[in-house]
C-alpha cells in the first residue's frame, strides 16, 4: 500500500515538471515567434532645412488645382475663363483689362476661337482704360474667323465696310472680300480691289484692281464706275512706229513696234515712219467717267471735265469740259467750284468774263483755304465797288437758300 502511494506520486511530480518544462519553452519561444510574424517598426527621419525632400516623401498633387495655376500651366479653357472674370471683375476679381487681354491672347494663342471673337468684341467697345481700336477689332475678328468661328467673317467685313481700314489687308482678308463681291455685295468688290491696288498685305496687282473695279461697275456702283473709268483712263499711253504711206489691202504687214515714250519712238521711226499715241484704256475710261457723272458723281464730273480741258488723257473739249466741271461745282465739289471760278475769271468757254460768279465762287471757299482767298482779294481789284455789292447780294442771296449763314 505504502509502495502505490509512492509511485502515484513520482508519476503526478513527473507530468508536472513536463508541463512546467513545455510552459517554459513556450515563454522562450513566443518572443521569438512573435518577432518572426510582426514586421519592423518603421523610422521616418524629418529632412533639415538644407535637403529635399525625396520624391517618395513629396505629398501628392491633388486632382483639383486653382484657375491661376492651370492658366499658368498652359490650359486655355483656364486662360481664357480667367481673363473674361478679370475683364469684367466676376468671381469675386478686381477688374485690369490690361491683364484680362493679356489672359485672353494666351488663350487665342493657344487655339481657343472664343478668346479670339471676346478681344474682338472689346476693341470694337474700349473701355475706361483702353480705348476703342477699330483696326485691332477688325485683326482679332480676322483671327477668330482662321480658327473657325462662324460670325467672324462676317463681323469683320461688315467692319472693313463700314469705314475702310487701309492698314489691314492680307490673303485671306482679300479672300473674304472676294467670296462676299461673289455673293453681290458691290461694296466688298470696291474693298478688294483697294486691297490689289494699294497692296494692303499684298503685291500690288493691277490686273485684280481692274478686275474687282469692273466687277463693282457691273453691279451698278456708280463709286466703282468712277474708280474704274479713272484707273482705265489714267493707263500710260504706248507710242508706235507706223508707216508713212499705209500699206496696200493685199499684204500683211507685222505689228508696229512700240515704246514706252514719244522720244525712243520718234529716234526709231526715221524718215519714212511716224509715232502715233496709243491709249488703251482712253475709250473705256471715258465710258465708264461719263456714266458715274451722269449719275451724280461729283469726283467723276470734275475728272473728266479736267480731262477734256486738258486735252491730255481726252481729246481737247472746252464745251464739254465747262459743261462738266459746272455740274461738279454745282454739287459743291470744291476743285470743281475753283476750276469753274477761274473760267468763269477769264472768260474761257463762256460768251463773256464773269467776274461776279467767279468772285462768288471764291468767297464761298476762302474761309477754308487761304490761297483761294488771295485769288478771290486779286479779282476783287480789277471789280467795280457795283459788282462787288452785287456779288455779296448774291452770295446773301444763295447762302440763304442753302441753310447757311
Known amino acids: 500500500?505504502?509502495?502505490?502511494?509512492?509511485?502515484?506520486?513520482?508519476?503526478?511530480?513527473?507530468?508536472?515538471?513536463?508541463?512546467?518544462?513545455?510552459?517554459?519553452?513556450?515563454?522562450?519561444?513566443?518572443?521569438?515567434?512573435?518577432?518572426?510574424?510582426?514586421?519592423?517598426?518603421?523610422?521616418?527621419?524629418?529632412?533639415?532645412?538644407?535637403?529635399?525632400?525625396?520624391?517618395?516623401?513629396?505629398?501628392?498633387?491633388?486632382v483639383w488645382r486653382s484657375l491661376e495655376a492651370r492658366a499658368a500651366d498652359g490650359e486655355s479653357l483656364a486662360q481664357f475663363e480667367l481673363g473674361l472674370n478679370t475683364l469684367y471683375g466676376t468671381d469675386g476679381r478686381p477688374r485690369d483689362t490690361g491683364e484680362a487681354l493679356s489672359w485672353l491672347i494666351k488663350a487665342t494663342d493657344g487655339g481657343l476661337a472664343s478668346a479670339a471673337k471676346n478681344l474682338a468684341v472689346f476693341y470694337e467697345a474700349g473701355d475706361e482704360q483702353i480705348p476703342q481700336d477699330r483696326l485691332a477689332a477688325a485683326q482679332w475678328w480676322l483671327r477668330a474667323g482662321q480658327q473657325g468661328e462662324e460670325q467672324a467673317k462676317t463681323r469683320f467685313i461688315a467692319l472693313v465696310l463700314e469705314k475702310p481700314i487701309p492698314e489691314l489687308g492680307g490673303p485671306v482678308a482679300a479672300q473674304w472680300l472676294e467670296e462676299a463681291a461673289l455673293a453681290g455685295d458691290s461694296r466688298a468688290a470696291l474693298a478688294a480691289a483697294e486691297v490689289y491696288e494699294h497692296g494692303q498685305g499684298l503685291l500690288v496687282d493691277p490686273a485684280k484692281t481692274e478686275k474687282w473695279y469692273l466687277h463693282a461697275a457691273l453691279a451698278g456702283s456708280t463709286e466703282g464706275q468712277f474708280r474704274l473709268g479713272k484707273l482705265l483712263l489714267g493707263?500710260?499711253?504706248?507710242?508706235?512706229?507706223?508707216?508713212?504711206?499705209?500699206?496696200?489691202?493685199?499684204?500683211?504687214?507685222?505689228?508696229?513696234?512700240?515704246?514706252?515714250?514719244?522720244?525712243?519712238?520718234?529716234?526709231?521711226?526715221?524718215?519714212?515712219?511716224?509715232?502715233?499715241?496709243?491709249r488703251p484704256g482712253m475709250i473705256s475710261g471715258e465710258r465708264w467717267l461719263m456714266e458715274a457723272a451722269r449719275n451724280g458723281h461729283a469726283e467723276a464730273q470734275y475728272v473728266l471735265?479736267?480731262?477734256?480741258?486738258?486735252?491730255?488723257?481726252?481729246?481737247?473739249?472746252?464745251?464739254?469740259?465747262?459743261?462738266?466741271l459746272s455740274a461738279s461745282a454745282a454739287n459743291n465739289y470744291g476743285p470743281g467750284v475753283l476750276e469753274t471760278a477761274a473760267l468763269t475769271a477769264s472768260g474761257q468757254g463762256f460768251f463773256a468774263k464773269d467776274p461776279i460768279r467767279a468772285w462768288i465762287a471764291y468767297d464761298l471757299v476762302a474761309k477754308e483755304n487761304p490761297p483761294v482767298k488771295e485769288k478771290r482779294d486779286a479779282l476783287a481789284k480789277e471789280m467795280s465797288p457795283e459788282q462787288i455789292a452785287h456779288a455779296r447780294a448774291l452770295e446773301h442771296s444763295l447762302r440763304q437758300l442753302d441753310g447757311t449763314h
Do not use: N
Request: charged residues 25%; neutral net charge.
Open 235 to 278: 493707263k500710260p499711253g504706248i507710242w508706235r512706229v507706223i508707216p508713212r504711206d499705209p500699206p496696200s489691202k493685199d499684204s500683211k504687214p507685222p505689228p508696229p513696234p512700240t515704246f514706252p515714250d514719244r522720244v525712243a519712238a520718234k529716234a526709231a521711226a526715221g524718215d519714212d515712219h511716224m509715232v502715233d499715241l496709243l
Open 305 to 324: 471735265g479736267r480731262a477734256y480741258l486738258a486735252g491730255v488723257d481726252l481729246p481737247f473739249d472746252l464745251t464739254k469740259a465747262v459743261q462738266w
Open 1 to 62: 500500500m505504502e509502495s502505490c502511494r509512492v509511485e502515484d506520486f513520482q508519476k503526478a511530480l513527473s507530468m508536472r515538471t513536463a508541463a512546467a518544462a513545455a510552459l517554459f519553452a513556450v515563454v522562450l519561444v513566443a518572443p521569438a515567434l512573435a518577432q518572426q510574424l510582426s514586421p519592423a517598426p518603421t523610422t521616418v527621419t524629418r529632412p533639415s532645412r538644407l535637403e529635399q525632400p525625396s520624391l517618395e516623401m513629396r505629398p501628392v498633387e491633388p
